[in-house]
Structure formats: C-alpha cells, structure tokens
C-alpha cells in the first residue's frame, strides 16, 4: 500500500512496480531466499523506491513532524520573543516615566558612553536576566527590538490614554474646574497645561494634570479654541464646568 501511494518512481529496477502499475503472480518466487520477489522488491539499499516509500508514510503518520506543526511550533516561539522583548520596553518605559526620567541619550549608537536612560536599563535589566539579555538589542533584527523612538512614544501614548481613563472615572458626572498653565518646554515652546480640579466620591479634592499641547500664543482664542478640542476630544461634559482659572 505505502508503495502504491508514496512510491516515486514505480517503474525502477528491482520488481519496484510490484503492486503499484503491475499486480503479482509469481506466487512460486515467494520465500525462495535471495530469489524472492517481496526482497528483490524491498531492495538492499536504504534509498530503495519501497524504502523511500515507506519513510514518507511514516513521516506523513508522525503528526508531531507535519509540517503545519513545525510552523507552529516556530511562530510560538516567535510570539514568546516579541512578548518578552515588548515587556522588558514597557517595564523600562514605565519606570522612567513615574521617576520623571529623560529616555534618550546624546548619542544612542553602541560606542557612545552615554545611551540615555532608556538603553541603560535594558542593558542593565540584561545583565540580570540571560533571556532578556539573549532576545534584546544587539541579539535581535533591527525590525523586531522595540526599543526605537517610536514604539517609545506609541507606549507613552498608551499609558497617558489609561491614565486620563481613570481620571474620567473619578470625575464620573461630578461638577469639575479646569485650570490652564502657560509654561515653555526645553526648546522654548510654548505650552499649555490642562488640571482638572474636582471632588471625588470620598468628598476629597483632587486635582489631576490631565492635558499638555503646545501652541502658538496664549491669546484668549487659543485658548477657547484648544480647551474646545481637549473637551470634545475627551468628552467632557461643558455642563459640567463650574470654574476655570
């Protein structure tokens, strides 16, 4: 049967077509020792077309070898790396953040002395940890580290739309103040910095920054216009606002 289906060559030498394009009469050449027609079929040679046969029924029955999950297999590996390289980012991009730490460094390239603070953890997270060290920076494609400028700030992205969740959550329907702060940046941009101020369930007041843009004046009409974009792009209730400052 394994010759019938998996022989790839069925008319070789050897009595290889038995079975396959031919069927057997010699009924007498059965058992004769090396006469015998069954051997002669079976051939001496490993690579014979009834070996060979035979291998590929047996790979084709050994499930654990198919190639679909050798596939698998890979791609859960795969997934385990990325989840592991993402995680030592967003563990070190979150410390920094609440320890209100700077991210890059003057020069980021492998000889700098001075990375930044963001390349340093990891590095220092590698020593450590012999998969983090095996899977991060210069042990992966340049495609898959997710450590660049952009993942950084995607990530802080992310965590600044949970943060402003939760405030949401605390404001509820509750009456709330905004508060605006004009102040300049590092490149000397001007910026202004939304609070909301308002009282929690428990009757506490709490003020939470909640916003940060940049602009180009502080005119009243900037104003108006950028808390008109920050309330509708957060859905805030205008109802709701009972001061300002």
């Known amino acids: 049967m394994a010759c019938y289906l998996f022989s790839p060559k069925p008319d070789g030498p050897f009595g290889s077509n038995m079975f396959t394009k031919q069927d057997f009469r010699s009924w007498k050449k059965f058992n004769v020792g090396k006469r015998c027609a069954f051997l002669n079929h079976i051939g001496d040679s490993p690579c014979s077309s009834h070996n060979n046969a035979m291998k590929t029924c047996e790979d084709l029955l050994n499930q654990s070898m198919h190639v679909n999950n050798i596939i698998n297999i890979q791609s859960s590996e795969q997934v385990c790396k990325n989840r592991l390289r993402l995680k030592t980012s967003i563990d070190t991009i979150c410390w920094l953040a609440f320890q209100a730490c700077a991210f890059k460094g003057h020069k980021e390239t492998p000889e700098s002395s001075n990375i930044g603070n963001f390349l340093d953890m990891i590095k220092l997270v590698a020593s450590y940890n012999d998969k983090v060290a095996q899977f991060m920076l210069e042990n992966t494609l340049y495609n898959a580290k997710y450590t660049s400028h952009h993942i950084q700030k995607e990530i802080l992205h992310i965590f600044s739309r949970k943060v402003r969740s939760h405030i949401l959550e605390e404001i509820g329907d509750s009456k709330f103040c905004i508060i605006f702060y004009e ?25 939470r920054f909640f916003d940060i843009v940049h602009v180009k004046d502080t005119t009243t009409a900037t104003l108006k216009k950028e808390l008109s974009v920050i309330l509708f ?13």
């Open 233 to 245: 792009r957060q859905n805030l209730d205008v109802s709701n606002i009972c001061g300002q400052g």
């Open 183 to 207: 102040t300049h940046d590092e490149s000397k941009k001007q910026q202004i910095t939304t609070v909301l101020r308002f009282v929690d369930k428990d009757g506490n007041i709490k003020e």
